[in-house]
């Protein structure tokens, strides 16, 4: 995928229309660009309306067509406009218009969206270990993608969620060999904690060592 691309996708990852597979590349891509985060940060507020608009539409309201090609590019350039004329607050009403007007089916749409991403990092001046996560809400728990570095690297490692209740799940483990020279890697996992029952992320080595912690704000 392009550079230019993955700009173009801000709004349809926001919005959960990605595929799975573009869905981990934008997210790879999101981590290094401040500006498509912005733009996700600021579509949410239009996914929790459009995503309150799918809890009050009846079951058996049926969409009228399919979705638009251009529908999150649209969307994209309007929340553009109205970032420079200072009229976020209406955004929302303008995106649900856009998706009315063009027919989406909404509930299809909506109920694989939950609210837009969230993006911790942090580094470990002790352990030397640094990390930027992405995590998103889904039905099922939480969608995790993590982009760590170790200097060290030659350990088995996971990372696990800590819940505000203090219960642990294990989200992703991974391996690097010690005779392989490395500087980043990234992987991706799951936890059955909601995100907003998550009090923060540790990366571990399998024997209990602490390498670093992520908090949530």
Do not use: N
Request: proline letters at 7%.
């Amino acid at each position: 995928m392009r550079s230019l691309e993955r700009h173009r996708d801000a709004g349809a990852y926001a919005l959960g229309v990605l595929d799975a597979a573009d869905t981990f590349r934008f997210e790879d891509h999101l981590m290094d660009c401040p500006a498509c985060r912005a733009l996700v940060a600021e579509l949410g507020p239009t996914a929790r309306q459009l995503a309150a608009y799918d809890r009050l539409t009846p079951p058996p309201v049926e969409p009228l067509a399919a979705p638009g090609p251009g529908l999150a590019d649209r969307l994209l350039a309007e929340a553009a406009r109205l970032r420079r004329a200072g009229r976020r607050r209406w955004l929302c009403a303008v995106a649900a218009s856009a998706v009315l007007a063009l027919a989406v089916p909404a509930t299809a749409l909506l109920r694989a969206e939950g609210p837009g991403p969230e993006q911790l990092s942090a580094r470990d001046g002790r352990t030397g270990v640094s990390a930027t996560l992405t995590a998103r809400g889904r039905d099922w728990g939480t969608d995790v993608g993590l982009r760590v570095r170790d200097p060290e690297g030659a350990h088995v490692c996971e990372l696990v969620a800590v819940g505000i209740d203090g219960s642990e799940e294990t989200v992703t483990t991974w391996k690097v060999p010690a005779d392989e020279p490395w500087d980043e890697l990234s992987t991706r996992g799951g936890a059955a904690l909601p995100r907003e029952d998550i009090a923060r992320y540790e990366v571990r080595t399998t024997d209990g060592h602490r390498l670093l912690t992520l908090r949530r704000p």
